[in-house]
C-alpha cells in the first residue's frame, strides 16, 4: 500500500489552509493508529508530523548515523540534571520506526490500579482485550520462536531456570525477523511492523493527508472547543520555514508522545485547570548490565530481544524485569566500563564473551516537563523510593548470570563496579548510593505527563481520551499512563488509541456534525 506524504520539499505555497474532520498532531504509535481508525470510518483526517519521512531505504544499520536521521534531537534529548537520555523517535512513525518490537498488553494489576485509583472503572482487561487481539493481528505480534532467541538471551534464561525464576519469550511485532539485531537504527527490510509500514499507509489508502516537517505550534479553541491547528512547515535541511499551515477541524488529537504534547498544550495555554499538564512523568529508567563468559557469545548477533524475567514484575515482589537485549561493543562499554586506558582495552578485546540485559522498574511518576523561557525542560530524578527497585534487578540479574557460568558481573554504575563471584553480589550493590550520575541509565518509555484520569482536579484527560476542559480535544500518546506500567508500551498505546478512536465514532454526530 501507498504511503502519500507532503513533505517541505513538495510545498510551494507559503500558506495552506486545510478544513477537515480530524487532525491528529504526531505520526507516531498513538497518531497512526487514529489515523488509520478515522480514516477507515470515512473521516477526512490530515496528519501533522514534526519530524522528516525518512523512507527505509536511507536506514543503513549504523547506529550514529540513524541517532542524527531518527531520533529527537539526534538522540541527544536529556534530563535537565543530565544523568537520564530520553530516546525519542523524530521522524514519520515516531518511536516505533526505531524500538526493540517488543510487545506487552499492559498488565492487568495495573488496569486494576488504574480504576480504583483514577476512576478508569471502564479500562478493564474485558474491554481492551478485543483491542489487543486486532493489534497483535494487524502487527504480526507473535512469541518469539527458538530461532528468535540468541546466545545472550539464552544465557539470561539458563540462569534464571537454575533459580527456579518465571522467564519467558518475549513477544514481538514483526514479520520474517531478518535477525540483523538493529532494530534500533530502523528496519531496513521493513520486516518490523512499525507504524511506517503498516497504520500509516493504511491510513492514506483511506484518504488521510500526511503532512511531515511540519511542527504544530498552537491547538486553536473556540467556547471551550477545539477549533483546529496551527503549524509551521520548516525544511529539515535549511531550517528556513517553508509555509504556515493553518487546520481547521472538528476534532483536534494531540499523538505528540510524552514530551511534546504537554509542551503544545502549555505552549496552547489550555486544557490545564487541573494543572498536571507535563507532570507525573514516568519514564522506567532502564541500564544495561553485562555478564562475562568463557565461551564466545557475540551478543549482538541474533534478534535483538530474545527473553525476559517476569519473577518480579508486581510491585509487591520488586517491580523491575529483566530484558534479555543484546548490544553492539560500544553500547556495552558505555554502560559499564568508564572508558580509559588498559581496563578499556581488556573490556572491549572481551567484547564476544559478554551477555547483556536491560533492566526496567516500574518508577513512580515524580518528574516533570515544563516550558522554562520558552524551551523544554525534562525534570526528573530517581526517586529514592524507586532506588531498592534499581538494586534489586541488579541484584536479580547478578545472580542470574552467575548461576549461568559467568565469570564477572560488570555493573552500570557511573563508577566502575564489577562483582567477581555470587558471594560479592550483596556487598557491591549495597554501596551504590542515589545521587546524580549514580547509575549509567536511558529511557525509551517516556509516558504520564497528561493524565487520564475521572476527577477532572487530578487528571487532563477524562476516561475516553478527551480533555476536561476542552470538548474535542483529544489525546492518544504515552502520556496518557497514569502510572507507570512496567512493562514496554507500544502496544497499550496502540490500543488505547484504538480504543479512543472508537469512543470519537460512536459519538459522531456530536463530532462531526
Ligand atoms: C530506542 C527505543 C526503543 C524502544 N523499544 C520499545 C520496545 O521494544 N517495545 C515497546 O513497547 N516500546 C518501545 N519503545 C517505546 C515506544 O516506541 C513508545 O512508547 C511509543 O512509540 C510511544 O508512542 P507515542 O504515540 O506516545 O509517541 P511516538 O511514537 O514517539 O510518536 C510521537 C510523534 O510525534 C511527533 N511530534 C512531536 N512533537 C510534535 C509537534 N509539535 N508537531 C507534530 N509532530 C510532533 C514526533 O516527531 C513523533 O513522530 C522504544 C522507544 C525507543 C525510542
Known amino acids: ?5 507532503t513533505s517541505a520539499a513538495d510545498v510551494t505555497s507559503a500558506h495552506i489552509d486545510l478544513d477537515v474532520d480530524a487532525v491528529i498532531i504526531g505520526s507516531g504509535a498513538g497518531g497512526a ?6 480514516a477507515a470510518a470515512g473521516k477526512s483526517v490530515v496528519v501533522l508530523e514534526a519530524g522528516s519521512y525518512v523512507p527505509s531505504t536511507q536506514f543503513n544499520e549504523t547506529f550514529p548515523d540513524m541517532l542524527e536521521l531518527l531520533y529527537e534531537e539526534k538522540g541527544n534529548q536529556a534530563t535537565k540534571q543530565g544523568d537520564l537520555l530520553v530516546l525519542q523517535g523524530r521522524c514519520l512513525g515516531g518511536s516505533t520506526v526505531v524500538n526493540g518490537c517488543v510487545t506487552f498488553r499492559v498488565p492487568d494489576f495495573i488496569l486494576e490500579k488504574w480504576g480504583k485509583e483514577y476512576g478508569l472503572t471502564n479500562l478493564t482487561p474485558e474491554i481492551l482485550s478485543p483491542y489487543f487481539e486486532k493489534v497483535e493481528r494487524n502487527l504480526s505480534i507473535h512469541i518469539n520462536q527458538p530461532h528468535e532467541i540468541n546466545e545472550n538471551s539464552r544465557k539470561l534464561e539458563a540462569g534464571a531456570r537454575a533459580l527456579g525464576w518465571s522467564v519467558k519469550p518475549l513477544s514481538r511485532n514483526i514479520k520474517d525477523c531478518a535477525l ?9 527490510t521493513d520486516r518490523k511492523q512499525s507504524m511506517l509500514v503498516t497504520y500509516l499507509p493504511w491510513a492514506c489508502h483511506h484518504g ?11 491547538i486553536v479553541t473556540e467556547n471551550g472547543r477545539a477549533k483546529g491547528v496551527q503549524a509551521t512547515m520548516v525544511d529539515p535541511v535549511t531550517k528556513h520555514k517553508v509555509a504556515d499551515i493553518n487546520v481547521k477541524a472538528k476534532v483536534v488529537i494531540a499523538a505528540a508522545g510524552a514530551v511534546q504534547t504537554p509542551l503544545l498544550f502549555l505552549r496552547s495555554e489550555i486544557a490545564n485547570s487541573s494543572e498536571q499538564v507535563g507532570r507525573n512523568f514516568a519514564c522506567h529508567p532502564s541500564t544495561m548490565i553485562v555478564a562475562q563468559f568463557a565461551q564466545d557469545i557475540f551478543t549482538w548477533r541474533g534478534a535483538m530481544l530474545g527473553v525476559y524475567v517476569d519473577e518480579f514484575e508486581h510491585p509487591d515482589k520488586g517491580g523491575f524485569v529483566l530484558e534479555g537485549g543484546g548490544a553492539g561493543p560500544i553500547e556495552l562499554g558505555m554502560s559499564t566500563e568508564p572508558g580509559t586506558g588498559k581496563a578499556y582495552l ?3 578485546s572481551r567484547a564476544k564473551n559478554y551477555a547483556s540485559c536491560i533492566s526496567l522498574i516500574h518508577d513512580h511518576n515524580v518528574g516533570r516537563v515544563s516550558l522554562v523561557d520558552g524551551e523544554k525542560q525534562i525534570d526528573y530524578q530517581i526517586a529514592d523510593a524507586d532506588f531498592p527497585a534499581m538494586k534489586a534487578a541488579f541484584k536479580a540479574a547478578a545472580k542470574i548470570y552467575f548461576a549461568a557460568g559467568a565469570e564477572r558481573v560488570f555493573l552500570p554504575t557511573g563508577d566502575k563496579r564489577v562483582i567477581e563471584s555470587e558471594e560479592q553480589i550483596d556487598t557491591v550493590v549495597d554501596g551504590i548510593e ?3 550520575f549514580a547509575l549509567r541509565m536511558v529511557s ?3 509516558q504520564g505527563t497528561m493524565r487520564m484520569g475521572s476527577d477532572p482536579a487530578k487528571s487532563v484527560v477524562n476516561p475516553y481520551g478527551e480533555t476536561h476542559d476542552v470538548k474535542g480535544l483529544f489525546v492518544c500518546d504515552a502520556s496518557l499512563f497514569p502510572t507507570s506500567i512496567i512493562v514496554n508500551p507500544q502496544e497499550s498505546v496502540y490500543a488505547l488509541s484504538n480504543y479512543i478512536a472508537d469512543r470519537i465514532l460512536e459519538d459522531a454526530n456530536d463530532y462531526f456534525a
Open 1 to 5: 500500500m501507498m504511503l502519500k506524504v
Open 208 to 218: 488521510a493527508q500526511i503532512f511531515t516537517d511540519t511542527f504544530a505550534a498552537r
Open 434 to 436: 542515589n545521587h546524580p
Open 346 to 348: 581488556d573490556f572491549m
Open 180 to 188: 540483523t539485531g538493529h532494530c534500533l537504527s530502523g528496519c531496513k
Open 444 to 446: 525509551y518509555h517516556p
Open 33 to 38: 493508529v487514529m489515523a488509520y481508525e478515522l
